[in-house]
């Protein structure tokens, strides 16, 4: 594809030239007879490679609104004031991570609201001459660095686990977390103490061993006399009763997959859940779940200080995909890696098995490919790795997989679930009112054997699907102490009087962090980074980001365009 360092005679206003440069490529796409304009004729056989779906009608429409001047031909000017209007977003066409940017204020220290009207208590811990002679207390006034990297200019961290992608600068300027564990002193009496449980959501490997941990951890570590559990998520508050945890009832659930208490999606009843609070007479809160339970926890929070309730809201941020803001990475997600990595071993068998076979497997991750791309890292046997921060175009793909296909006799190629999300949705919702996406490997394999089959080639196709599987089984090792010292420390949170917090890992240093600064966008995996870098250089499929963004895009603006005017 030929390129030319012509821009244009002006830059529009609110386009980089990065922005520019990129609208330029297309226009030079489109333009094959390289005669600086576009017709009509050269629009739809440019479109029709991109999106074979787009009709020659609205291609028709697309033209008449690029060709502002009606001579039937598009120059630059006219392509760029119109793609500006349409494309989907004014931020680069080529994908980059929407980590969310912080303001270079000098220590900006992350504090965690104190529950008020309580008074200072000595801990019980003291009284263990174990943890007294070592002294593992942490003081008040202990923080951890949002970064360990200082003075960097590349901005792009090696987040295998998902670790933040931000760097210090050398004047030591960033935000510093609470750091967590236990304190000499506690704001709680802890024969006053009355928590409950609750787990929200989707399943996923080590809810049991939180469960178990923050039972054990209130009852022999603070000596509080009742722990209570709620059943099926935050709808449990209002529906069912809440029901006794104990040292014996927990004792051996870390060894099971699921959760005992049960949970859910929705039914975030906020005034039903504050009156079972109140009711129950419960004063400290653990919430176990993802960003949509923590904004759920964060509104409980600031209704229970409306209502002049002594409550402290402690939560342990609980999403199979990895895709929470700041933490290294979140419980589960190295357990789930390993179980896939057992469904990518077995459609490699499978391929290896037949002439021209390709093993397909789906995982998940709606927003965030985290579990596709560190399980096709680590299993060193995938092909092709789709995920949705980084748009694929079908038909290079399918050229792709030929090609491969032709060379080594099999494929095998593992997709995200959300890797199609640029294909559209099924219009529908579910209960955490997220779209509903099509099943994208439904859609792969349906595709790749027409297209096969259209090219003269007979190829076995094997699809696996283990998306409920990898969420449902027990913890590994890691993530079982990992899910006991998160617990730990909510425990340890609450009872120095913390509220409206999240307990998680930053640069291997656990800390309390504020809710507000974990429920903004998902954490993605960077294009850019280096280990999206690593999976292309070990599958050696094409960085789709660069060759295939910008003509979705295009796609992408033409359909907006047409319903936009159309619908006007």
């Known amino acids: 594809m030929a390129t030319t360092p012509n821009l244009g005679r002006s830059q529009p206003v609110g386009l980089s030239e990065e922005q520019l440069r990129e609208l330029r490529v297309v226009f030079d796409y489109i333009d094959t007879d390289h005669s600086n304009t576009i017709e009509l004729g050269e629009l739809k056989t440019a479109i029709k490679r991109i999106d074979s779906l787009i009709t020659n009608e609205d291609l028709e429409f697309f033209f008449n609104l690029l060709d502002k001047d009606h001579d039937q031909k598009v120059q630059f000017d006219e392509f760029v004031t119109a793609m500006t209007e349409y494309l989907p977003n004014r931020e680069p066409v080529i994908a980059k991570p929407t980590t969310p940017q912080q303001e270079s204020t000098p220590f900006d220290i992350a504090d965690i609201p104190m529950v008020q009207g309580l008074k200072d208590h000595?801990?019980?811990?003291?009284?263990?001459?174990?943890?007294f002679a070592f002294k593992n207390f942490i003081g008040n006034d202990e923080r951890i660095m949002e970064s360990a990297v200082v003075g960097s200019t590349d901005n792009s961290a090696d987040e295998t686990s998902g670790s933040?992608?931000?760097?210090?600068?050398?004047?030591?300027?960033?935000?510093?977390?609470?750091?967590?564990?236990?304190?000499?002193?506690?704001?709680?009496?802890?024969?006053?103490v009355n928590p409950c449980i609750v787990t929200c959501g989707g399943l996923c490997p080590g809810l049991n061993s939180v469960i178990r941990e923050l039972t054990r951890c209130l009852i022999q570590t603070y000596k509080v006399k009742q722990v209570w559990g709620v059943k099926y998520g935050y709808e449990g508050f209002y529906r069912f009763p809440m029901v006794p945890m104990t040292i014996e009832s927990v004792s051996r659930i870390h060894h099971l997959g699921g959760t005992v208490l049960g949970s859910s999606r929705g039914g975030f009843d906020l005034d039903k859940i504050v009156e079972s609070i109140e009711k129950n007479k419960i004063n400290q809160l653990y919430i176990i779940g993802g960003d949509g339970t923590h904004r759920g926890a964060r509104k409980i929070a600031e209704e229970l200080i409306r209502?002049?309730?002594?409550?402290?809201?402690?939560?342990?941020?609980?999403?199979?995909?990895?895709d929470f803001q700041l933490i290294d990475r979140s419980f589960g997600f190295l357990t789930a890696v390993e179980e896939a990595q057992r469904a990518i071993q077995s459609a490699k068998t499978e391929a290896e098995g037949a002439e021209n076979g390709i093993g397909l497997v789906k995982l998940m991750g709606r927003q965030s490919g985290f579990i596709a791309t560190i399980a096709s890292l680590g299993s060193m046997d995938v092909d092709y790795c789709l995920i949705p921060e980084v748009p694929f175009h079908m038909p290079t793909l399918l050229r792709h997989v030929r090609s491969r296909l032709s060379k080594q006799g099999h494929v095998v190629l593992v997709a995200a679930e959300g890797a199609g999300a640029h294909l559209g949705d099924t219009g529908e919702k579910d209960k955490s009112n997220n779209p509903i996406l099509k099943d994208i490997g439904k859609y792969l394999k349906d595709t790749i054997v027409s297209y096969m089959k259209q090219e003269g080639i007979e190829c076995a196709i094997k699809y696996n699907d283990p998306t409920y599987m990898i969420r449902s089984v027990p913890p590994n090792v890691t993530d079982s102490i990992y899910c006991t010292i998160l617990a730990q420390n909510?425990?340890?949170?609450?009872?120095?009087?913390?509220?409206?917090?999240?307990?998680?890992?930053?640069?291997?240093h656990y800390v309390y962090l504020p809710l507000p600064a974990v429920t903004t966008t998902p954490k993605l995996v960077d294009p850019r980074g280096r280990t999206w870098y690593r999976l292309l250089e070990i599958t050696e499929q094409p960085d789709f980001s660069d060759?295939?963004?910008?003509?979705?895009?295009?796609?992408?603006?033409?359909?907006?365009?047409?319903?936009?005017?159309?619908?006007?």
């Open 122 to 131: 000595s801990n019980p811990m003291c009284t263990n001459p174990i943890q």
């Open 164 to 192: 933040n992608p931000t760097t210090q600068a050398a004047s030591q300027t960033g935000r510093l977390f609470v750091r967590a564990g236990p304190r000499t002193t506690i704001r709680w009496n802890t024969d006053e």
């Open 307 to 322: 209502r002049n309730l002594i409550v402290s809201v402690a939560c342990m941020p609980k999403t199979i995909d990895n």
């Open 490 to 508: 909510a425990v340890h949170g609450a009872m120095a009087g913390y509220t409206e917090f999240t307990v998680g890992l930053i640069n291997s």
């Open 547 to 568: 060759e295939c963004n910008i003509f979705v895009s295009m796609a992408l603006a033409i359909q907006k365009a047409v319903s936009m005017k159309r619908s006007q």
